[in-house]
């Protein structure tokens, strides 16, 4: 086997040289010491964040959602806009957790661990939505899941709605379950580590009692790889399902079947933007540089401009279905997107997903982290507009020209969306500082010299 | 600090190596030798050391794909006898039993109920839930979690005798032998 110093051989996921020992230092010190000044100063502004989500969600439930700034024909509005925005984000936690995996993708390892955890902070995020827009979120058990009830009463399983319900439900345990399995022998290494009683209690708890036996780790190995078996279609699915919300709709606009490809590449581009925006001042706060190298990133910004080019794709690919139906209504749904009162919205969209991140092609940006950084912060941003286009743009000039008005949000939306951001990283934060960001078992693995040298050929 | 100092019951014997490629080779001649209470402990899993042992692939695959087809069944008639028995609604002049709709509900369930059974089945199969490891009584734990390598050779195997089973992993290139033990107070802070 020639070592080849390619993204693949053991050295080049290291800028320095590693030893098992060296690595469980490195990504435990954050666990084992008092945080530092920056983790509160970040804690203190994300809780502040949180706390405006709980005042909105809070009038929002006292009130009721007539405080938000849906109108008659915008009936969905910033909520859907937010769930499917954090829905997208935790894709790219599972794309790297179980396709990478798949695809022996080895450079994998450094960032998975991370990417799964903002999968299922994400996932939480997302799922407050539509419990808040029932209105009486207490009784939304009732009305999404099928139990046997008094009324004898049921739900609809033809409706797109009751299907998300069941994917997001689905997706969301299957993340944890996955996330916590890889987490088990990573527990044990904290137990190990802990002088502090408490500590090792607690992660001697969580840890199951894992002993490192390979009569074990021949059982767990089967099941990782069951799982990446099982979250590659689901995830492909959860973002297909979500996007029949709108493509089963009878809705220009929304009516289209590239919906489920193209809303899958959308939750890609964007979870990568997140993964790399949250990962690069991780990485720098704990100091972990020379484990999530320049390398990962760049690689991560590769997979950017791939997803931001199949978003670009669909873009183009929807006004020319919209002119190649001959619809009327469909046309004009399109025109009114570019051209409209909310033409702001789309060619910001336009410029944040498909022209910026053009700059990507150049090796020295990709390498870069202050130039690469600008074009991932506009890939969230126009992530998240991409979302607002479609719902908004969709529905605000339907059939009846009687009927059209312009969408404005309130502040409860605005403290909705600002206050989910708190929420998702005050649970980032404190992830990073409870537990290991690094899978540190498996990169152990593929660190240089991890595996015996004869024979064994596998990946 | 390995000695037992308290009143402690001896299993057997630890041997700890420092790379993977004496592990292998080790787990060769213990599994050679005709052991059969035995196993090796790693930090992260060991390619080809299963071969090593000669251990069976592991029957995890086929508990998952029982609980898919469950969870297949289980939305089949979910879906099925809601929607077209007990509370048949006539939506879009569809038929009752549109199985073509439910498609995603048998695709989610599947997975669902294959992810939580193969979760289940690393409990099981792994023997999860024991927190106490008599690893840790003999003060080996921290190296195997960390970067070192056991082989353990229990003395409840037919095949151990103390000197022999010393003596076999002298022969396997072992620098570092140590009792396995484990002792009676269970109340000594480690879990």
Same mark, same amino acid.
């Given at each position: 086997?020639?070592?080849?110093?390619?993204?693949?051989?053991?050295?080049?996921?290291?800028?320095?040289?590693?030893?098992?020992?060296?690595?469980?230092?490195?990504?435990?010190?954050?666990?084992?010491?008092?945080?530092?000044?920056?983790?509160?100063?970040?804690?203190?502004?994300?809780?502040?964040?949180?706390?405006?989500?709980?005042?909105?969600?809070?009038?929002?439930?006292?009130?009721?959602?007539?405080?938000?700034?849906? %109108?008659?024909?915008?009936?969905?509005?910033?909520?859907?806009? %937010?769930?499917?925005?954090?829905?997208?984000?935790?894709?790219?936690?599972?794309?790297?957790?179980?396709?990478?995996?798949?695809?022996?993708?080895?450079?994998?390892?450094?960032?998975?661990?991370?990417?799964? $955890?903002?999968?299922?902070?994400?996932?939480?995020?997302?799922?407050?939505?539509?419990?808040?827009?029932?209105?009486?979120?207490?009784?939304?058990?009732?009305?999404?899941?099928?139990?046997?009830?008094?009324?004898?009463?049921?739900? %609809?399983?033809?409706?797109?709605?009751?299907?998300?319900?069941? $994917?997001?439900?689905?997706?969301?345990?299957?993340?944890?379950?996955?996330?916590?399995?890889?987490?088990?022998?990573?527990?044990?290494?904290?137990?190990?580590?802990?002088?502090?009683?408490?500590?090792?209690?607690?992660?001697?708890?969580?840890?199951?009692?894992?002993?490192?036996?390979?009569?074990?780790?021949?059982?767990?190995?089967?099941?990782?790889?069951?799982?990446?078996?099982?979250?590659?279609?689901?995830?492909?699915?959860?973002?297909?399902?979500?996007?029949?919300?709108?493509?089963?709709?009878?809705?220009?606009?929304?009516?289209?079947?590239?919906?489920?490809?193209?809303?899958?590449?959308?939750?890609?581009?964007?979870?990568?933007?997140?993964?790399?925006?949250?990962?690069?001042?991780?990485?720098?706060?704990?100091?972990?540089?020379?484990?999530?190298?320049?390398?990962?990133?760049?690689?991560? %910004?590769?997979?950017?401009?791939?997803?931001?080019?199949?978003?670009?794709?669909?873009? $183009?690919?929807?006004?020319?279905?919209?002119?190649?139906?001959?619809?009327?209504?469909?046309?004009?749904?399109?025109?009114?997107? $570019?051209?409209?009162?909310?033409?702001?919205?789309?060619?910001?969209?336009?410029?944040?997903?498909?022209?910026?991140?053009?700059?990507?092609?150049?090796?020295?940006?990709?390498?870069?982290?202050?130039?690469?950084?600008?074009?991932?912060?506009?890939?969230?941003?126009?992530?998240?507009?991409?979302?607002?286009?479609?719902?908004?743009?969709?529905?605000?000039?339907?059939?009846?020209?009687?009927?059209?008005?312009?969408?404005?949000?309130?502040?409860?939306?605005?403290?909705?969306?600002?206050?989910?951001?708190?929420?998702?990283?005050?649970?980032?934060?404190?992830?990073?500082?409870?537990?290991?960001?690094?899978?540190?078992?498996?990169?152990?693995?593929?660190?240089?010299?991890?595996?015996?040298?004869?024979?064994?050929?596998?990946? | 600090?390995? *000695?037992?100092?308290?009143?402690?019951?001896?299993?057997?014997?630890?041997?700890?190596?420092?790379?993977?490629?004496?592990?292998?080779?080790?787990?060769?001649?213990?599994?050679?030798?005709?052991?059969?209470?035995?196993?090796?402990?790693?930090?992260?899993?060991?390619?080809?050391?299963?071969?090593?042992?000669?251990?069976?692939?592991?029957?995890?695959?086929?508990?998952?794909?029982?609980?898919?087809?469950?969870?297949?069944?289980?939305?089949?008639?979910?879906?099925?006898?809601?929607?077209?028995?007990?509370?048949?609604?006539?939506?879009?002049?569809?038929?009752?039993?549109?199985?073509?709709?439910?498609?995603?509900?048998?695709?989610?369930?599947?997975?669902?109920?294959?992810?939580?059974?193969?979760?289940?089945?690393?409990?099981?199969?792994?023997?999860?839930?024991?927190?106490?490891?008599?690893?840790?009584?003999?003060?080996?734990?921290?190296?195997?979690?960390?970067?070192?390598?056991?082989?353990?050779? *229990?003395?409840?195997?037919?095949?151990?005798?103390?000197?022999?089973?010393?003596?076999?992993? *002298?022969?396997?290139?072992?620098?570092?032998?140590?009792?396995?033990?484990?002792?009676? *107070?269970?109340?000594?802070?480690?879990?």
């Amino acid at each position: 086997m020639s070592e080849t110093r390619s993204v693949l051989s053991p050295a080049s996921l290291f800028t320095t040289a590693v030893s098992a020992r060296s690595i469980d230092d490195d990504v435990y010190r954050p666990a084992e010491s008092f945080p530092t000044g920056r983790w509160w100063a970040a804690i203190t502004v994300t809780s502040f964040m949180a706390l405006i989500f709980a005042v909105s969600v809070g009038y929002t439930v006292v009130v009721g959602i007539g405080t938000w700034g849906n %109108n008659v024909p915008v009936g969905w509005g910033w909520a859907i806009v %937010n769930f499917v925005f954090w829905i997208g984000i935790g894709h790219a936690g599972t794309l790297i957790s179980a396709i990478l995996f798949l695809l022996r993708q080895r450079w994998r390892t450094g960032i998975a661990r991370f990417a799964e $955890a903002m999968t299922i902070f994400a996932v939480i995020c997302a799922l407050q939505f539509p419990l808040i827009h029932t209105g009486r979120p207490w009784l939304a058990m009732f009305w999404l899941i099928p139990y046997p009830n008094g009324q004898g009463i049921y739900q %609809n399983f033809r409706s797109p709605l009751e299907w998300d319900v069941f $994917a997001v439900s689905t997706y969301g345990l299957v993340s944890l379950l996955f996330w916590f399995t890889g987490l088990i022998p990573d527990l044990a290494s904290a137990r190990d580590r802990a002088k502090h009683g408490f500590r090792k209690f607690a992660y001697g708890l969580l840890s199951l009692g894992w002993n490192g036996s390979n009569r074990g780790w021949t059982h767990y190995e089967k099941a990782y790889l069951l799982f990446a078996g099982l979250s590659t279609p689901l995830v492909l699915s959860v973002h297909s399902i979500v996007s029949f919300d709108f493509a089963v709709a009878v809705m220009p606009g929304w009516h289209t079947t590239i919906f489920p490809p193209y809303f899958v590449a959308g939750a890609i581009f964007s979870g990568f933007a997140m993964v790399a925006t949250l990962i690069i001042i991780m990485r720098k706060m704990f100091r972990l540089q020379h484990l999530i190298t320049d390398n990962h990133l760049e690689l991560m %910004n590769k997979i950017i401009i791939v997803t931001s080019m199949m978003v670009g794709y669909a873009y $183009a690919m929807e006004f020319f279905i919209a002119w190649y139906s001959g619809v009327a209504y469909e046309r004009f749904v399109f025109l009114n997107r $570019a051209m409209g009162p909310y033409a702001w919205a789309y060619w910001i969209m336009v410029f944040c997903n498909v022209v910026a991140p053009q700059l990507l092609w150049f090796k020295k940006i990709r390498r870069s982290v202050l130039l690469m950084y600008p074009v991932v912060l506009l890939v969230n941003v126009g992530m998240w507009f991409e979302r607002f286009v479609i719902v908004v743009t969709s529905l605000h000039r339907d059939y009846l020209p009687s009927s059209w008005d312009y969408f404005k949000p309130t502040w409860v939306d605005a403290g909705l969306l600002i206050g989910s951001f708190g929420l998702f990283l005050t649970l980032m934060l404190l992830f990073c500082r409870f537990l290991p960001t690094i899978a540190t078992a498996e990169l152990k693995a593929v660190a240089p010299g991890a595996q015996p040298s004869h024979g064994g050929s596998h990946d | 600090m390995t *000695e037992p100092t308290r009143n402690s019951t001896a299993l057997g014997l630890v041997g700890l190596y420092d790379d993977p490629d004496s592990l292998v080779q080790a787990a060769e001649q213990v599994r050679d030798a005709g052991f059969k209470h035995w196993d090796c402990h790693t930090p992260y899993p060991v390619h080809g050391l299963d071969d090593a042992m000669g251990l069976k692939p592991s029957p995890v695959p086929y508990v998952t794909i029982t609980a898919g087809f469950i969870g297949l069944i289980t939305a089949l008639l979910l879906t099925g006898l809601l929607s077209a028995w007990h509370y048949p609604i006539r939506i879009g002049g569809k038929p009752l039993w549109s199985w073509q709709a439910f498609v995603p509900i048998y695709f989610e369930l599947f997975v669902l109920f294959a992810a939580l059974a193969t979760m289940g089945s690393v409990i099981f199969f792994c023997r999860l839930g024991r927190w106490h490891s008599p690893l840790h009584d003999s003060g080996v734990m921290q190296a195997i979690t960390c970067d070192r390598f056991a082989i353990v050779l *229990e003395s409840r195997d037919g095949a151990y005798s103390e000197p022999a089973a010393r003596q076999l992993l *002298e022969a396997t290139g072992c620098q570092d032998i140590r009792p396995l033990v484990e002792h009676e *107070e269970e109340d000594d802070g480690v879990i």
